[in-house]
């Protein structure tokens, strides 16, 4: 075969090999990047949030005649139970027992149970007390303000 180049034909080119053809090129295998860990280590919050689910938990177990679960109904709880608590369990932080009480009275349907001469009990389940109207309208207040986690 051969080209065409102005008036001129050329012959096409030819290498020329010795004995011998190069061999393959093969790549240098570089290690691989070690392995990250899939999960992200857990913030401050998360341990934080983990722990309040925890001590909720925790509640509900020791004191299964005050405290219920998210499934059950609730019973209003004694004006004053959070220093109970504390007293119960001196070794747990107060702020982390402020959160789980926060956490079972505002984010469950809780509010729904409160309702006017309803029986406020103690840990032990013991009726200590009654609500009153105005903390019932609260409740009521509350409920429709917002929608409640249950």
Do not use: H, W
Not at 38 to 59: F, G, K
């Amino acid at each position: 075969m051969t080209t065409l180049t102005g008036n001129r034909m050329k012959p096409p080119l030819r290498l020329k090999l010795g004995k011998n053809p190069p061999a393959p090129v093969t790549p240098v295998p570089t290690p691989s990047p070690p392995l990250q860990p899939t999960t992200e280590p857990t913030s401050d919050r998360q341990q934080q949030a983990a722990a309040v689910v925890a001590l909720r938990r925790q509640l509900i177990r020791m004191y299964p005649g005050a405290f219920k679960n998210f499934k059950s109904a609730k019973l209003p709880l004694k004006v004053g139970i959070r220093a109970d608590i504390l007293a119960a369990m001196p070794d747990v932080e107060p702020k982390l027992i402020e959160a789980a009480l926060r956490e079972y009275c505002y984010r469950s349907d809780y509010p729904r149970y409160l309702t006017e001469g309803a029986g406020r009990v103690n840990l032990q389940g013991e009726v200590v007390g009654t609500v009153s109207a105005e903390e019932a309208r609260y409740a009521a207040a509350c409920m429709k303000g917002k929608k409640v986690v249950t």
